[in-house]
């Protein structure tokens, strides 16, 4: 079957990578000249196989006043009068429970299971490097309330055999002795030693020459998609807005967080709505942490990948089209200088990235056919964790369309 990956993002690549794997003739395509140049671009590099977490949580519905008062500098949302946004809204709303939260956490956490299962295998595979490393992660909780918080869940992730550990202040300074000099509040830790980080935009470029040499996949990049072609509801052809159509047998639409432009084919699209993020990439810098962190407080997340530190950050919603946010990045180097002084805002090459986290309500992705076409499907709306979940959504697609 010939078919077509649109969008070469982490998703799109993985996808594209265990199709032809499982013996499609795949074409994957993307507006941009090479992969990895969209929301995997600068993210926060983490391979969180242990963490998970739904974003719309009962902790955040009680943060929420003040997220709308604008008291928490991490988050900023504006109001919009869209249909689909308030829609989505509502379903995130509904997705607060602490049922539900649970329910979808689970379910990312089995994703993220079987995405490690696969990641193993490339590794195995495929000769690429792209700064994977099993770093660990601790996640510093500032009080004893918060602390006490998290363990619930530690436990109930326990009980799915997962490796969560939960670590006094001393314990975690053990783990990464670079934190007897963080300045950030810190009552304790919740340890997962299994998680790993890796450069996601190296990996989608290296994979899809890997993929390209060994299983013939294509490439057409720097064309955008402007739509599809069908004949009796099913899907007959690719077209774009700067070339003549290709006809496929099939086509997986993993456009992230620009799904919403090909909205008029996919009524799926107008069920993602982008969240905009935002990291900050230096040179090396000393005293800097090898063993991931995210300070729960400020919602920042630091890693260690290969000779670069990066700390990223921020939700902005309702803002849609991240670009060049001046206001927003200070926000993010003063939170990262108040818990690492002068790790950022110092080298003259520090790189400035914004992002766009395609979020589902439920943070749940899409990776179902298409309601509209048949022979289309979508795998997309992986939210703040679609690095993490990029090849074990694939490997379901794969299943799907088996
Ligand atoms: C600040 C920040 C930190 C994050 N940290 C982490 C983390 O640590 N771990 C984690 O797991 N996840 C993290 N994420 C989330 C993760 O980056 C995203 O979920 C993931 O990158 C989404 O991948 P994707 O392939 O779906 O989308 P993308 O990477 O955006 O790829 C989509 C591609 O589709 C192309 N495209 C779109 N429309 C068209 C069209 N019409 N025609 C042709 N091409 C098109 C785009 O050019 C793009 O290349 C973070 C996100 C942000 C913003």
């Known amino acids: 079957m010939h078919i077509a990956v649109v969008g070469a993002g982490a998703v799109g690549v993985a996808s594209a990578y265990l199709l032809s794997r499982a013996g499609h003739r795949v074409t994957l395509i993307d507006a941009q000249e090479e992969p990895g140049r969209g929301a995997s671009a600068g993210n926060a590099a983490q391979l969180s196989w242990a963490y998970g977490d739904a974003m719309a949580s009962p902790a955040l519905l009680k943060h929420l006043p003040a997220i709308l008062a604008g008291r928490d500098p991490?988050?900023?949302?504006?109001?919009?009068?869209?249909?689909?946004?308030?829609?989505?809204?509502?379903?995130?709303?509904?997705?607060?429970?602490?049922q539900r939260w649970w329910s979808n956490t689970q379910d990312i956490l089995r994703l993220?299971?079987?995405?490690?299962?696969?990641?193993?295998?490339?590794?195995?595979?495929?000769?690429?490097?792209?700064?994977?490393?099993?770093?660990?992660?601790?996640?510093?909780?500032?009080?004893?309330?918060?602390?006490?918080?998290a363990r619930p869940a530690v436990e109930r992730k326990k009980a799915m055999g997962i490796d969560q550990r939960m670590l006094s202040r001393l314990e975690a300074e053990a783990v990464e002795p670079a934190l007897k000099a963080y300045q950030g509040e810190i009552a304790g830790a919740v340890y997962t030693p299994d998680d790993a980080?890796?450069?996601?935009?190296?990996?989608?470029?290296?994979?899809?020459?890997?993929?390209?040499?060994?299983?013939?996949?294509?490439?057409a990049f720097g064309n955008t998609v402007a739509g599809f072609e069908q004949h009796r509801g099913r899907l007959s052809a690719v077209r774009f807005t700067d070339r003549?159509?290709?006809?496929?047998?099939?086509a997986v639409v993993t456009a992230g967080p620009q799904i919403r432009s090909l909205a008029t084919s996919l009524r799926e699209a107008r069920e993602i709505q982008p969240v905009s993020g935002y990291s900050l990439t230096v040179p090396w810098c000393r005293g800097a942490p090898l063993v991931s962190l995210t300070d729960?407080?400020?919602?920042?997340?630091?890693?260690?990948?290969?000779?670069?530190?990066?700390?990223?950050?921020?939700?902005?919603?309702?803002?849609?089209?991240?670009?060049?946010?001046?206001?927003?990045?200070?926000?993010?180097?003063?939170?990262?200088?108040?818990?690492?002084?002068?790790?950022?805002?110092?080298?003259?090459?520090?790189?400035?990235?914004?992002?766009?986290?395609?979020?589902?309500?439920?943070?749940?992705?899409?990776?179902?056919?298409?309601?509209?076409?048949?022979?289309?499907?979508?795998?997309?709306?992986?939210?703040?964790?679609?690095?993490?979940?990029?090849?074990?959504?694939?490997?379901?697609?794969?299943?799907?369309?088996?």
């Open 74 to 98: 991490a988050f900023r949302i504006r109001l919009r009068l869209d249909p689909d946004f308030l829609l989505w809204g509502l379903r995130f709303l509904a997705n607060m429970s602490a």
């Open 197 to 219: 980080l890796g450069d996601a935009a190296i990996f989608c470029r290296q994979l899809t020459d890997f993929a390209v040499r060994t299983y013939g996949v294509s490439t």
């Open 112 to 149: 993220a299971a079987e995405s490690r299962q696969e990641m193993a295998l490339l590794l195995a595979e495929a000769d690429i490097t792209f700064d994977y490393r099993v770093a660990g992660k601790l996640h510093l909780y500032p009080n004893i309330a918060n602390l006490s918080a």
């Open 244 to 250: 003549a159509p290709l006809a496929v047998d099939a």
């Open 296 to 402: 729960v407080k400020r919602k920042l997340a630091f890693a260690a990948i290969g000779n670069r530190f990066r700390v990223a950050g921020l939700a902005d919603l309702g803002l849609p089209g991240a670009g060049f946010a001046p206001d927003r990045f200070a926000v993010l180097r003063e939170a990262a200088n108040t818990v690492l002084p002068g790790c950022f805002g110092q080298a003259e090459s520090e790189q400035c990235w914004a992002g766009e986290r395609p979020m589902t309500p439920s943070s749940r992705p899409r990776i179902a056919p298409s309601r509209n076409i048949r022979g289309i499907y979508i795998n997309a709306g992986h939210g703040m964790l679609g690095w993490t979940l990029a090849l074990g959504s694939a490997r379901r697609l794969v299943e799907l369309i088996a």
